[in-house]
């Protein structure tokens, strides 16, 4: 089922053209032209992302995203700001907004932020595993113990981070972007290198057959898929 966006934009070419980007994207796209519309709308409405901007007829977008946040919706918001509106940036994250695009913004960059918030706002909603069992495997993600034929093994705090979010995406195919951003947070000096090493490390420790893994695939060009 396609993400359900809400554009609140008071331009009307900008409109048409993200309307036309994000539906080409597979979204399904909604929008409003003023604050008290896009209120309305976000606060009665299910979505999955508001694209929020700052300066808008009838009431700014700051206070738009103000009054939802009081209201206690949580549903992601983008804000769309003017370079030199770094004030309103700041403000915005404040009070709750998720992240921010400067105008003009490039599409590509656009769309990789939508991603990312869609991709968190999934993972946050996912019930989290305590523990799980695969094969001679035993995992217990509460305590940290993992054993396999009921011998203990030692896994590193990032390899018990990257196996639950394998097995948390059982079945799906997990980028090497989204674990870049999910369990190493795009800390300095981390690229998808890092993400195979620990992949290897965690089929040595687990797997029977390393080099033929049963559990911990790979998919060549993209990443990952755990399968039970």
Not at 63 to 90: F, H, I, Y
Not at 95 to 107: N, S, W
Not at 170 to 199: K, N
Request: aromatic residues 6%.
């Amino acid at each position: 089922m396609s993400a359900r966006i809400l554009l609140v934009e008071d331009e009307p070419g900008l409109v048409l053209t993200l309307s036309d980007l994000l539906t080409v994207e597979g979204y399904e796209v909604e929008s409003a032209t003023d604050g008290p519309t896009g209120l309305a709308r976000a606060a009665s409405e299910p979505f999955d992302l508001i694209v929020l901007d700052v300066m808008l007829p009838g009431k700014s977008g700051m206070d738009v995203l103000r009054e939802l946040r009081r209201q206690g919706r949580d549903t992601p918001v983008l804000m769309l700001t003017a370079k030199t509106q770094l004030v309103d940036r700041v403000v915005g994250l404040k009070i709750g907004a998720d992240d921010y695009v400067t105008k003009p913004f490039e599409a590509p960059e656009l769309l990789a932020r939508i991603e990312a918030l869609l991709r968190r706002a999934k993972r946050e909603k996912l019930a989290p595993v305590g523990s799980f069992e695969f094969g001679n495997i035993q995992v217990n993600f509460e305590n940290g113990h993992v054993k396999k034929s009921g011998v203990p093994v030692s896994l590193a705090g990032k390899e018990l981070e990257l196996l639950r979010y394998l097995i948390d995406h059982r079945g799906s195919v997990v980028s090497r972007d989204e674990l870049l951003e999910a369990v190493w947070e795009y800390q300095p000096g981390v690229s998808s290198r890092t993400i195979d090493v620990h992949v290897a490390w965690l089929r040595q420790k687990l797997e029977d057959t390393p080099q033929s893994p049963k559990h911990i695939h790979t998919v060549r060009g993209v990443g990952y898929r755990f399968s039970e």
